[in-house]
């Protein structure tokens, strides 16, 4: 037998899995059908860790900088430049790796993120954010950055666009947006 377990959906379609594997499941709800089977990927156990009594960054960002989140990204970036708050985007960038160059409050680390590292962000963090990314086909369930961020308690977490499973999950214990002017707005907040 063999499983898969897609944690792209709805993102890239796998082609054929039905004739390839004997169990499939999904971390998107709405990806799941008849022979897939929802199952959130959550998080590993997060450890031991204290937050730091003064964190560095007010705002940090752990992923892949994909072209569509950069907009949301730049206006996080200008709201910090102009109240000088630090900020942190740690991760790929994909596309022009320049993008946050002239900023003088946003510090980039480019690469893969292990997970000492992302644990170490996260405890030094004021505010996580995560972005969803755009596609084709409406997603409604969180990613692991939520889950991650949400178990490990040390930063509050501002997320969007908004989903639907979030909001039932976590109500307003997270901070939600749904556009880039919503983002920064809901950093302010949070």
């Known amino acids: 037998p063999t499983v898969l377990i897609a944690t792209d959906d709805p993102y890239v379609q796998i082609p054929n899995t039905e004739s390839i594997y004997t169990h499939r499941f999904t971390n998107e709800r709405a990806s799941a059908n008849k022979g897939v089977y929802y199952l959130p990927t959550a998080t590993s156990i997060a450890p031991e860790l204290a937050p730091r ?7 940090s960002f752990l992923g892949t900088v994909f072209e569509d989140r950069v907009e ?18 740690a991760g790929k960038i994909l596309g022009d790796a320049t993008v946050f160059d002239h900023y003088r409050f946003v510090d980039v680390r480019i690469g893969t993120i292990d997970n000492p590292e992302k644990w170490a ?70």
């Open 53 to 59: 009594p003064e964190p560095t960054y007010e705002v």
């Open 72 to 89: 949301t990204l730049r206006r996080i970036a200008d709201y910090c430049e102009d109240t000088k708050r630090r900020m942190l985007v």
């Open 121 to 190: 962000i996260y405890s030094d963090s004021k505010v996580t954010l995560n972005v969803f990314r755009q596609s084709e086909h409406q997603a409604q369930s969180a990613n692991p950055r939520i889950y991650e961020t949400t178990g490990f308690g040390h930063a509050a977490l501002v997320s969007g666009p908004g989903r639907s499973e979030v909001r039932e999950i976590y109500g307003d214990t997270i901070f939600h947006f749904d556009s880039p002017a919503d983002a920064v707005a809901a950093v302010e907040t949070a």
